[in-house]
């Protein structure tokens, strides 16, 4: 293992993953302890001056959501652990669960804690069948072992609910993922109010992804120096990500914020004859040789136009035909819409038969015009994320073209 793949978070990765004992005997569930120790606002200090943001793509500072909920006037409040992780090219929330699965549940329990939660809710993906036997089991041990008590608000113990989701990517999205647990078809709902004011079932809720939770046992044991240590300014910490697609060693790895996308490729075992990177997966961009030597971190991307989304890297040789990936874009997104807005049940219907015709070579001849002018109407008009970034890597393999940047 070189200096720059630091295990941090996957420390334990190889170690007796689900073991309560050997999780607390390597400093596990200190943090939660001491959580209890400084109190909710402490804690709440504490995440908040150490800088860190979702993990899941939004990047949103994760101390701004807990407060919004700890000082919420509503006494009813949930927290809800998204393990819907349906991103094509994505898989670092499962490599984490499996690796260490009571970090991603401590992290969870501080939460509640920090925002006085009277029940939290893990929503799993429907494919992730032994991730959700794992968590029940590593909570069954938690709870047995009494460490949801004195958890939730006024001393109560902790209620932790596992929900399954039926496959349906869109429940990646937080208002979409509230609707499916309520029993309810998994649609969008518009925003504002944001769920820190009305979430799940309409009351304050904190919605945070696995490796996001997952920072947090750290954070509250050493410290906002321990997220600061590694990486960036802007970026403080490390990062998964999941690196598939024409490299050797397709893998889950841990890297500061910062690394080079080339030298993330070459831990991979990839890097040499690359025609292109799809970042962040099927809603993420393209991005090519020329700018493989970008900082990945949360403004080495934007200055670069593009994304980290979810942490998928999907690499692609020179022998690929990049317009019969994105046709396969096209028809992910069409099937995945839930239908509910029109720029989006249309525009990806529309946008999937016009790559359709370029990665078969029979269009028109004004599919390149049409799927630029399309991909701006779903960007502005569409309701949610799944329509306004559906277009996204269609529109970087667009202006690669133009540039003169494709291998066939």
Request: hydrophobic share 40%; glycine share 12%.
């Amino acid at each position: 293992m070189t200096a720059m793949h630091e295990a941090v978070l996957l420390r334990r990765r190889g170690a007796k993953a689900g073991d309560l004992k050997s999780y607390i005997g390597s400093g596990g569930l200190a943090a939660l302890k001491k959580a209890r120790a400084i109190g909710p606002e402490e804690t709440v200090r504490i995440l908040t001056d150490s800088g860190l943001v979702g993990r899941g793509g939004a990047a949103f500072p994760a101390g701004r959501k807990w407060e919004s909920v700890r000082t919420a006037k509503d006494p009813i409040r949930y927290v809800v652990l998204n393990t819907d992780e349906s991103e094509p090219g994505t898989f670092k929330d499962r490599v984490m669960i499996e690796s260490d699965p009571f970090m991603v549940l401590e992290g969870l329990l501080i939460a509640c804690y920090a925002v006085s939660a009277t029940r939290a809710y893990i929503y799993v993906r429907g494919e992730y069948r032994h991730v959700a036997e794992l968590l029940a089991k590593s909570l069954r041990e938690l709870q047995q072992a009494g460490h949801l008590e004195a958890v939730g608000p006024n001393g109560a113990a902790l209620e932790v609910e596992i929900r399954r989701g039926g496959g349906a990517y869109i429940c990646g999205e937080e208002t979409a993922l509230f609707r499916s647990i309520e029993g309810y078809r998994g649609e969008p709902m518009a925003k504002p109010p944001f769920p820190t004011v009305a979430g799940l079932f309409r009351k304050p809720t904190v919605v945070n992804n696995v490796e996001t939770l997952a920072n947090v046992p750290d954070i509250i044991a050493f410290g906002a120096k321990a997220l600061r240590s590694r990486g960036t300014e802007r970026s403080p910490g490390t990062k998964l990500f999941s690196v598939s697609g024409s490299v050797d060693r397709p893998d889950t790895y841990e890297v500061p914020f910062g690394t080079r996308l080339s030298d993330l490729l070459e831990l991979a075992g990839g890097g040499k004859d690359l025609q292109a990177v799809l970042m962040g997966g099927a809603a993420g961009t393209f991005v090519f040789p020329k700018d493989f030597d970008l900082s990945l971190s949360y403004e080495g991307v934007a200055e670069r136009h593009t994304t980290l989304g979810s942490g998928a890297v999907i690499a692609f040789d020179r022998e690929t035909n990049l317009w019969q990936v994105a046709e396969r874009l096209g028809r992910f997104f069409a099937h995945e819409s839930c239908g509910q807005c029109v720029p989006c049940r249309v525009g990806t219907r529309r946008q999937h038969e016009m790559l359709q015709a370029l990665a078969e070579g029979h269009g028109r001849g004004d599919e390149r015009g049409l799927l630029t002018r399309l991909s701006q109407v779903m960007t502005d008009a569409s309701i949610c994320g799944l329509g306004q970034t559906a277009a996204t890597a269609v529109r970087s393999l667009l202006e690669a073209e133009s540039a003169g940047l494709l291998a066939n």
